[in-house]
């Protein structure tokens, strides 16, 4: 069982910045992978940034605009989200898939106003 606790959000303006904290409950060095989502209101939940194995994946919209990072000695994964705009507002969630199951935190709430 892997628990996942998210910190950071909350309300900006556009073109601010946010970072967001995902701290795991174990050795996040020995996941398959471990990024951010998000899911607006009436709309899917989608990959915004994770590493998976060797590589670092991001949505094309946010591309150039946020970087995910992780320290494993503090088992904490990063989303610093810079250049914000009003369609990145949704709830980020931290996912966590290992040894063939999904895990994920309660959400955080990122509110871009314009």
């Known amino acids: 069982q892997v628990q996942l606790v998210e910190s950071g959000g909350g309300l900006v303006q556009a073109g601010g910045s946010l970072r967001l904290s995902c701290v795991a409950s174990?050795?996040?060095?020995?996941?398959?992978?471990m990024g951010w989502y998000r899911q607006a209101p009436g709309k899917q939940r989608e990959l915004v940034a994770a590493?998976?194995?060797?590589?670092?994946n991001y949505a094309d919209s946010v591309k150039g605009r946020f970087t995910i990072s992780r320290d494993n000695a503090k088992r904490t994964v990063y989303l610093q989200m810079n250049s914000l705009k009003p369609e990145n507002t949704a709830v980020y969630y931290c996912?966590?898939?290992?040894?063939?199951?999904?895990?994920w935190g309660q959400g955080t709430q990122v509110t871009v106003s314009s």
């Open positions: 590493f998976t194995g060797g590589t670092t």
């Open positions: 996912n966590v898939w290992t040894f063939g199951s999904y895990y």
């Open positions: 174990g050795s996040i060095s020995r996941f398959n992978a």
